[in-house]
């Protein structure tokens, strides 16, 4: 026991004491208060009355003739009584009434509460601190009207004020109430320490029984000993804990262990350790575990029955020995009736029994009688794989605590290890599936489809049959998303997949390319055959409608683009792109058909296709990508900033990003492009002496690219430039799905001091995900948004909530957008940071000029 622990008696006496004087001052403040408000009641008593008299004073001398001249006195002598050194002030206040008809007299003006009383017609008593007022309304009464015939009953014709200030006697009263309250407050300290003393003595006698009784314990015949030596103790609660500690003693003689038996489960866990061996031989294992568990306890039977899918469970059952027919009939039965009749683990739907045979010496037979389990129940909520393990033992042993103790322990460590075992199986099981199939659809993924693609490419060149490819890009699918959220249209995702599938053949390969992609393969299918399955799928495309809440539905289109091989490709890449300059050229002309390679047409994608592959080549050789910078301006006292943007330098013109990113991205090359502008631009803030920010697209390759951070570093360093200045800007379309690689790659940038910027925030509801998971410094806003706002009063509302959420994340915000003067005064209104747009500045080869900012 540590030594600064209280004893009873100590507790008691610091807690009486306590209390004792927490009591007093509860009661000397209850005491006052009741006090004061005794004071008060008396005062407001005593006002009443002396405003009465003054007002039957005032009648009296106004019925004996007076004239006005004496009334006038008897007024001002009341005014001046507080001049006598009383506490009590008497005023009259002629009103409005009187005034009209005699005419105006020297008198304070009246307060609003006066006022108050006077129209209600009623006393009111007025407290300030210790000062206490009576309002006292004169009204005309029938009396009055004898004499005065110039009024009529009810008329209010002053008011009379008592004020007193009661602080004497409410100090009195303080001061008596303390004396007699210290007077008393020894009585109930002497009158606690008085019980203290008293409890604490009887207390600890009892204890003491208590613990002698208990010191004599030393063996396990002790144990029952203790429970014989019943006694009164003295206090209900102290013979509650004695029966308590009988309950201890009664449990512990029943579980105590002996040490051989002690021995043995220690040397049986240990050889509980999953291994490649045990997952591949598991069920050898359980075998060599049954002879192990029979040297010390003798079982004839284990099972486990674990669910592996969801309407089928598989039944393992290993019997020492081979069981006859009747023995292992009446062991099903008994196991399934037991297993059914569990609460917790239901069987809905098969059960696979199998039987497994430890050893194959003599023949197993046993009755019904003989046939007792004893079982362990467990759920795994996660996986969802609910299992149950049993042993089968001889009857007497079931009597014996101890060893249905070690039973027990042995069946929870043996259900983790067949659990594992069949989780293991699960998983490699599902990962297998999901390694080839996207987990929202159920088609097959975008890796899956390159796979299937090339060996259908392959079937093809030996056994010289056509194979057609399909690329369906869903028209306008972000407006789904944004309009109606990503639950809606992740579920018109997949019921678009099961639709679609039901057009095509058994031995298609429809796969989920990534997003609002889908692409399908048919193989030994002639032009004339794919056409008519282009044509379904559109059909199909066009008759779709998920139906949502209130009655609406939501439809969706699609293009689609057709290649043939070895017709139009030779080679999967090729084939590929040339499919996906068709899909493009189906939306370009309007979406929502199919565009079919014509001979004609060929020649003329493969022409494009190839010059803007040679010219991203070019680029890369020569160095002829170059940045160009769009200025954008700070609206306050912040940063001045530019973008960068890629451009391809032609003889002619400059070639936009959008004409040649996607080409480089198929070819992997496009970080390659990304270096050499990143470079460039480093180089001209240097020459320019510019001091500013540089806002740099993220490319998602990137992200993939091992040596993009290394390579980032010596850039900088080269030229010299701080990571605090370079602001990279992630789009949440253009991002890679996978948001753990994602995370550590942006924050390995930011631990290097580069800054970030969500690109487009608002287009998707993941922009806050990003937000929020994500070191943000800057917040660029969807441009829709801002070239709207001055139009449309959501996209208003829209710009304004997320600027103000941006400013209590302490984060910079940048309008995209802004074309015109009045767009940008909204901006400026509405408290964005900066601004951007071809009202500002269009890209440009020149860096704007800049000057130096201590924030940088």
Known sequence: MSASTPTIRRYLLNRTFLFSAIGFLVLLLVCRQAYQASVRDSAEEIAR?????????????????????????????????????????????????????????????????????????????????????????????????????????????????????????IAIANRNLLYYLLLLSPLPALFGFWAVRSVTQKVNHSVDELSRRIARVESLEDLDELSRDRGDLGFTELNHIFNQ???????????????????????????????????????????MLMLDINQVIPIYTMFSIFKVDDELFDLEIFWLRPPSDDTRAMMETAVLKRLRSNSTFQLPGEVVIHHNYVRSDGEMMLNATEIELQTKSLLVETPKIGGIVGIGVHSDIVKNNTKVLVLESVLSTLLNVVGSVKAIYKYTRDLEYYATRDPLTNLYNQRMFWELLDYELDRCQRHDYPVA?????????????????????????????????????????????????????????????????AERLLDCLQGFALDVNQGSSVRVTGSIGVGMFPEHADNRKDLFMFVDNLMYRAKSQGKNRISLPHKEDVADIFHDMNQKMLLVNEAIENRSVIPVFQPIQPLEDNIPAVEVLSRIELPDRLMSAGEFIEIAESMGKVHLLDYIVMEKAFIAVNESDYEGLVFINLSPRAILVRDFLQTLHELTQRHDIRPDRIVFEITERDTVKNMGLLERFVRSLKDSGYRLAIDDFGSGFSSFHYLKYLPIDYVKIEGEFIANMGNDPKDMAFVTSITNLAKQLNLKTVAEFVETEEVLDLVREVGIDYAQGFHIGRPDRNLPSSHSNPEL
Request: net charge negative.
């Open 469 to 533: 490819l399909l690329l369906i890009d869903l028209d306008n699918f972000k407006a789904v998303n944004d309009g109606y959220g990503h639950a809606v249209g992740d579920k018109l995702l997949q019921q678009l997949a099961l639709t679609m599938q039901e057009q095509l053949r058994t031995g298609d390969v429809l796969a989920r390319y990534g997003g609002d992609e889908f692409v399908v393969v048919l193989p030994e299918t002639s032009t004339q055959e794919t056409e008519q399955i």
């Open 49 to 169: 009355s002396v405003a009465e008299n003054t007002f039957n004073s005032m009648y009296l001398v106004m019925s004996q003739g007076w004239t006005r001249q004496q009334l006038e006195q008897f007024l001002q002598q009341l005014s001046h009584a507080d001049d006598s050194g009383s506490d009590m002030d008497v005023r009259v206040f002629r009103g409005q009434t009187v005034t009209d008809l005699y005419g105006t007299i020297d008198q304070a003006p009246l307060t609003p509460e006066m006022r108050q009383a006077m129209h209600a017609g009623t006393p009111r008593a007025l407290h300030d601190g210790n000062i206490h007022t009576y309002l006292y309304p004169l009204q005309a009464q029938e009396r009055c009207l004898k004499c005065h015939t110039n009024a009529s009953a009810g008329d209010n014709l002053g008011l009379i004020e008592v004020a007193q200030d009661l602080t004497p006697q």
């Open 245 to 287: 500690v009988e309950t201890l003693a009664t449990r512990l003689n029943a579980i105590a262990v002996d040490k051989d038996l002690l021995e043995f489960e220690i040397r049986l866990l240990e050889k509980f350790v999953i291994t490649s061996e045990v997952v591949r031989d598991w069920r050898e294992y359980i075998n």
